[in-house]
């Protein structure tokens, strides 16, 4: 089971910093991915992270966003940066055991459920 915490409203250039934590079953050695989903649009790759920390990141938040893992509390985590009002939208925790380069929704096994992020203009 995945749990995303840590969404709110903040004004842009504003930071957040989303948290997933893992429970169930050990996730160390997953690929952990996050998505995001804007009213009206399709979910979105973001970034993602192996267990060797080795990361991957969608061209529009490279830079702005950045995405670690704490393996002892089985929990990883995505500092946004500089955040945008095009931001805005609901942010998704993702897990596979996979070890490698996941960027499409259908990569992953487990998902959490949604957070919301607001970014106010």
Do not use: H
């Not at 995945?2 to 842009?12: C, E, I, R």
């Amino acid at each position: 089971q995945l749990q995303a915490s840590g969404g709110g409203l903040v004004q842009a250039g504003g930071s957040l910093r989303l948290s997933c934590a893992a429970s169930g079953r050990t996730f160390s050695s997953y690929t952990m991915g996050w998505f995001r989903q804007a009213p009206g649009k399709e979910r979105e790759f973001m970034a993602s992270i192996i267990w060797s920390g080795n990361t991957f990141y969608a061209d529009s938040v490279k830079g702005r966003f950045a995405v670690s893992r704490d393996n002892a509390k089985n929990t990883v985590y995505l500092q946004m940066n500089s955040l945008k009002p095009e931001d805005t939208a609901v942010y998704y925790c993702a897990a596979d055991s996979r070890v490698a380069r996941l960027t499409r929704m259908s990569d992953y096994d487990y998902w959490g459920q949604g957070t919301q992020v607001t970014v106010s203009s």
